[in-house]
């Protein structure tokens, strides 16, 4: 085989490669708006979805295999490994197969969920980063622009909105993302710059009215760590992050959010995260090597054993615990020690990969501190999930992305 034959048919394979890749995100744009339904029959229509989503992701990976994984670091897939590993061993021990498959109710992020995120992350590395901030920013700017009119026609309230996704925290983080991928359009497209503008303003509005306080103070750090980071504390910098700053705090005045300025609600939830946290984490000591089942953080957080009063009263109230607001947490839980600090290390190092190495992927690196930041006191869900695993995934794309 000649050396032209064998770099067309290379080049072709990339852009096969890149052609799966819109395959995958097709499916996943749609992930957000499987509305018709109350929130239940929603989620199990989106976990459907993400199902697809793995099963199409993983073919594909076996096929384009060297394309997909060329330049990934051995520590990189090992890290990935000892996650899978244990997500699939505690599926197989643990008793509820079903949760462990498929997830818990209202979250659907079980042994197939995850998989079919990694999956997707791995797939889209075939797609140019340029063109999947674009992709990214529209879905995400048009949920946040349906959310208000969603809100309105179902809830006859903007107080707290949660739009398409029914979470208001979730709404938020989305919004967040979106407005640090449009903070990188901004310099790729200058000429259309006042559209930009009117999106950027329109994700900053909703992610107010989400009152989201982890969204709201991780943006402000990132966007500090972002100035750090690439050393861009230029007039014309400072001028444009101070206008941003002046509009977030004006913003707060303005909406008279209580919620967000209300310091005594603010340590109550605090208090509130850390005692379930506190729960969580005795909870993890009695089953350290399988976990609970990838799904089943519920049987973990069981209410009657949980004792403070304030979580009690959760209890009585007829919820139960799907989560211990700290998804890192969540995950040990789910499937034990070795899988979960798996996790926490692999965010850790790709997201420090990221940042470290300034290029068109470094955004994403962005918005998946931002995702981990929020991890941290809060509950997740199918979109914010699979929206981690693209932008973790994203640093060894370079070099290798036509499409």
Same mark, same amino acid.
């Given at each position: ?5 064998h770099?067309?048919?290379h080049? #072709?394979?990339?852009?096969?490669g890149?052609?799966?890749?819109y395959?995958?995100?097709?499916f996943?744009g749609?992930?957000?708006f ?6 239940g029959?929603? #989620?199990d ?9 793995g ?7 076996a096929?384009q295999?060297?394309?997909i ?6 520590r ?5 490994l000892?996650f899978?590993?244990p997500?699939?061993? @505690?599926l ?6 079903t949760?462990?498959l498929l997830g818990?109710?209202?979250i659907?992020l079980? $042994?197939t969920?995850?998989?079919a ?5 791995l797939? !889209?590395?075939t797609?140019r980063a340029?063109?999947?901030m674009?992709?990214l920013?529209g879905?995400?700017l048009s949920v946040? !622009?349906?959310?208000?009119?969603y809100?309105?026609? &179902? ?19 989305g919004s967040?993302?979106?407005f640090?991928?449009?903070?990188a ?15 950027q ?8 009215l989400?009152q ?10 990132v966007i500090l760590?972002?100035?750090v980071?690439e050393?861009?504390l230029t #007039?014309?910098?400072c001028?444009?992050?101070?206008a941003i700053?002046?509009?977030t ?5 303005l909406?008279?959010?209580?919620r967000?300025t209300?310091? @005594?609600?603010a340590n109550?939830?605090? &208090? ?5 946290q506190?729960?969580a984490i005795?909870?993890?000591?009695h089953?350290?090597l399988?976990?609970?089942?990838p799904?089943?953080?519920?049987d973990?957080l ?13 209890c009585r ?6 989560? @211990?607001?700290?998804?890192?947490i969540?995950? #040990?839980?789910?499937?034990g020690w070795?899988g ?5 290390t692999l965010t850790i ?8 190495r300034?290029s ?5 690196a962005?918005c $998946?501190l931002?995702i $981990?930041g929020?991890?941290?006191t809060?509950v997740?869900?199918?979109?914010v999930e ?10 060894y ?5 036509r499409?």
């Amino acid at each position: 085989m000649s050396h032209k034959t064998h770099h067309s048919r290379h080049y #072709i394979e990339k852009i096969r490669g890149s052609a799966y890749g819109y395959a995958a995100f097709m499916f996943m744009g749609v992930l957000s708006f499987l509305v018709p339904f109350d929130s239940g029959r929603n #989620i199990d229509m989106q976990g459907l979805v993400l199902l697809l989503v793995g099963i199409f992701s993983w073919i594909t990976i076996a096929l384009q295999w060297h394309i997909i994984f060329q330049g990934q670091p051995k520590r990189v897939t090992l890290l990935l490994l000892a996650f899978i590993i244990p997500l699939l061993i @505690s599926l197989l021990v643990n008793p509820h197969k079903t949760y462990g498959l498929l997830g818990a109710p209202y979250i659907r992020l079980g $042994a197939t969920g995850f998989l079919a995120c990694i999956g997707g992350g791995l797939l !889209l590395r075939t797609i140019r980063a340029e063109r999947l901030m674009v992709w990214l920013y529209g879905i995400l700017l048009s949920v946040s !622009l349906t959310a208000i009119p969603y809100n309105v026609l &179902r809830f006859h309230s903007i107080g707290r909105i949660g739009g398409v996704f029914a979470q208001a925290d979730i709404l938020g983080i989305g919004s967040a993302c979106g407005f640090l991928i449009g903070l990188a359009l901004l310099g790729t497209y200058p000429h259309l710059k006042k559209y930009l503008i009117v999106g950027q303003a329109s994700l900053l509005l909703v992610l107010f009215l989400t009152q989201t306080r982890a969204a709201l103070f991780l943006l402000g750090l990132v966007i500090l760590v972002k100035l750090v980071t690439e050393r861009r504390l230029t #007039i014309k910098t400072c001028v444009l992050y101070g206008a941003i700053s002046v509009v977030t705090i004006s913003g707060l005045g303005l909406l008279s959010l209580q919620r967000l300025t209300n310091l @005594s609600y603010a340590n109550e939830s605090l &208090r509130y995260r850390l005692s379930l946290q506190g729960y969580a984490i005795e909870a993890t000591l009695h089953k350290p090597l399988v976990g609970y089942g990838p799904g089943n953080v519920a049987d973990a957080l069981a209410c009657p054993t949980l004792h403070t009063a304030q979580l009690q009263q959760t209890c009585r109230e007829g919820y139960f615990f799907n989560s @211990s607001h700290d998804i890192f947490i969540d995950r #040990i839980l789910a499937i034990g020690w070795i899988g979960g600090l798996s996790f926490v290390t692999l965010t850790i190092l790709l997201v420090f990969i990221g940042l470290r190495r300034p290029s068109e992927d470094t955004m994403f690196a962005y918005c $998946a501190l931002l995702i $981990a930041g929020y991890y941290v006191t809060n509950v997740t869900n199918i979109e914010v999930e699979l929206l981690l695993w693209i932008c973790l995934l994203r640093p060894y794309a370079r070099g290798k992305s036509r499409g």
